[in-house]
């Protein structure tokens, strides 16, 4: 059991490394007070494609990365558990 361990514990060290360096690469979305204001457009061709672009790419790795970090945290609580 001790070995499952480390092995989950690496991994999870590597995406929590990961995850830090993919969210500090990201730009900020919001827009601000004059976003708030004007409204945005979600109409436009580059909001359709947004998913195939850089920015999207980081986004769905972001959320990927975090949700594989809430789950290894949690199987981690359960090997040290046991």
Avoid: D, H, P
């Amino acid at each position: 059991m001790e070995i499952a361990r480390n092995i989950v514990l690496v991994i999870y060290l590597i995406v929590c490394v990961a995850l830090i360096i993919v969210a500090t690469v990201q730009t900020k979305e919001s827009q601000g007070a004059s976003g708030a204001i004007t409204g945005s457009s979600t109409n436009n061709f580059y909001e359709k494609n947004k998913g195939r672009t850089k920015t999207g790419k980081l986004k769905r790795t972001t959320i990927f990365l975090g949700i594989l970090f809430a789950v290894l945290a949690v199987v981690l609580g359960i090997l040290y558990v046991m």
